[in-house]
């Protein structure tokens, strides 16, 4: 840019660099003193006001190419503590914290001369406390070069503006109340706030009395070393100073600010030298406002409720004043409501979390075992979505292995991914298949979003996806139907991995496309295999099309090997694809190794449905009982429920019957399927009834019983101790 052309313009900014400009003093600091506009003598009594009685609240400070100072003008008495020496960095006048952020922007005005207008800044005073101000950054008029910087120590109502403006900004408990102590500084060389322990558990404060109330110290600034005793940011309060300060602000069950003027008052407040360590900042004589934060109470609550108390430490010599003591009143009471708020969403955000950890899948079985990650958006509930994954076992030895996605985020799109969560695994223990649970899980959907009620809660359970796996470890296959999912992937044991994608099919709910059943792909997964399941948080990337993403998942699974620790590579793979802090979505993995179950343990028969044919089951079934060395009762009962299965399976069934037994551990699963489809009913009997008692024994001599729907008619299963 051309400074002659800048000047000539008459660029505001220029035009008010330059008036700046003319207000450092040419013979340096020294002269400013003795010139009327500063020191002492000039009118003001060193009370920050000029002889015509306006408060003088700004400073001025000059720097060269190399961020030195070359001037400057701090006497105004809200700078009183804040060295500036020339030829010294400015950054001695940040807090330690600041610098690399404030050292940013001054070289960008340096480099481009756009200035930087009127943001918040704290300056460090010699003390270790700290001034607000409002600073700005102007490239210097020319034809001089550097900066011009300007300081205004914040009026109160400009900063209780700001800090209002300011606060509400997160839903997290402790940056809210971070930001409040440090705006408090404005009026306060310490600020302190303590928070009702329920706060932050996000319960409802719901007690009046100051009795029970539990505070915890929330924040505390400045950012500074602390005496040993004094109390900082996650400290319990002793529950002695929790019923004192409590007890101030409650001054006839009605909350209010609170002043002790002098250390001598507050020892004598607190009675105990322990309590004077732990709430007051140093040994100095210190001056303090105690001010409640107070919210309506619920309705049926007589008054209002005091969420917490905060506290601004100053100097006795500078006494508070009835005009700052309804600013601080101002500035705590709209800090109230969004710390309410923040105990709401932690509430919310606590029982998001719970729900979706409580649906992660458990500990596998002897023929699968299953390792699954979750990590949500952001921390909060608002980045909580609607992703879920699951794996569980199914009668006959099967697991299922489910993963689905709702549409949206917080606690409402949690609550519909709860619900079908659930829905999916109570249909699939109730023996239906996994397209037959799709077409539930469809109809729920449209139900869910016929009020409107997910759409008005900010999600919508229309267009959710799932896809289902049914994995059977005795014939080592896998039975599948998806809604509109990412396709599986399946890692087969010489390495080899491909997407599992069977016929297409629309998300649930999606009643604007030709409605098709839900196909059942099956296909073979021998011991060893790997299965994959995920949603598109891990794999979508905007730079990269799907299949890139899908391709590079399927790179990482290839990698993981059989004796690899399953849940560190599960974790391995989510940080390969979704960097922690890099989230775009919600991120859920589960990997599934498949087992099997060994060939010795299982056996399986195809038996003509003849009258004849339970006499030949349990000709086939005794030997190997006996060779399993059961128990004479056990397999006195299993040669029983077998019979009566089969009964069952010839008189009402259709077609061939299969015979499958599965020993597991101190378990025997016994399983009858026919090719009809009728389904067995457990009835209440007459004592003179000629039929109708052999499911009466199955159900006193087993633990449990079922029926299973499969493509052909139906399987009746039983499960006995051995």
Known sequence: MDPSASSSAGSPFDMVSGALADYVPRAGPSATRSSGTGGKGDGREGDGREGDGREQILGVVSLDAG???????????????????????????????????????????????????????RLRRDDGTELVVSMSILPAAPPQEGLTVSLIAMAKRLHLYASATAIGTSLDIGETAQSLAQSLLAWGDVAAVDLDYAVWT???????????????????????????????????????????????????????????????????????????????????????????????????TPGPIVLGVTEIWRRPDWPFGDGELLDLQELVAK???????????????????????????????????????????????????????????????????????????????????????????????????????????????????????????????????????????VDHRVALSNAGHLPPVLVRPDGSAKTVAGQPHPALGAEFVVREPFEVHEFAVPPGSLLVLYTDGLVEDPAASIDDGIGRLTDLVREVHPWDDLQQAARRVVAGLAPRGHLRDDVTLLLARMAGRRGRDTATWHLPAREDGVAHARALVAPLLRQWHTTDQARDNALLVLSELVTNAVRFGTGPVTVRLVRSGGRLSCEVADTGNGRPRLRRGEPLDDDGRGLHVVHKLTTRWGVRWTDTGKAVWAELET
């Open 67 to 121: 961020l030195r100072i070359a001037g400057y003008n701090l006497d105004a008495a809200p700078f009183a503590g804040v060295s500036a020496r020339t030829g010294a960095p400015f950054a001695e006048l940040l807090p330690s914290g600041d610098v690399p952020t404030v050292t940013q922007r001054l070289r960008r005005v340096l480099e481009t001369r756009e200035a930087h207008v009127a943001r918040v800044q």
């Open 202 to 300: 996000g319960e409802a404060v719901t007690e009046q009395t100051h009795e029970r109330i539990r505070l915890r110290r929330a924040a505390l600034a400045p950012d500074r070393a602390w005496p040993d005793g004094y109390l900082t940011p996650g400290d319990n309060l002793p529950r002695e100073a929790s019923r004192l300060l409590a007890g101030a602000v409650m001054r006839d069950d009605v909350p209010q600010a609170v002043v002790i003027s002098d250390r001598t008052a507050i020892e004598q407040d607190l009675e105990d030298v322990r309590l004077v360590r732990a709430l007051v900042p140093g040994d100095r004589p210190v001056s303090v406002a105690c001010i409640p934060l107070v919210v309506e109470g619920p309705e049926g």
């Open 335 to 473: 800090t109230a409501r969004h710390v309410d708020l923040a105990r709401q969403h932690q509430r919310e955000h606590a029982q998001v979390l719970a729900l979706q950890r409580r649906l992660l899948p458990r500990a596998g079985s002897d023929t699968i075992e299953v390792a699954s990650v979750y990590e949500p958006t952001t921390p909060d509930s608002a980045g909580v979505g609607g992703d879920w994954v699951n794996s569980f076992p199914l009668p006959g030895d099967r697991t299922a292995l489910v993963v689905g996605d709702v549409v949206g985020h917080g606690l409402g799109a949690a609550a519909a991914m709860g619900q079908l969560s659930m829905e999916a695994r109570a249909l699939l223990s109730a023996g239906l298949g996994p397209g037959e649970v799709l077409e539930r899980l469809d109809e729920t959907v449209t139900l869910l979003d016929d009020t409107d009620a997910g759409l008005a809660a900010g999600y919508s359970a229309l267009g959710s996806t799932c896809c289902i796996a049914v994995y059977d470890p």
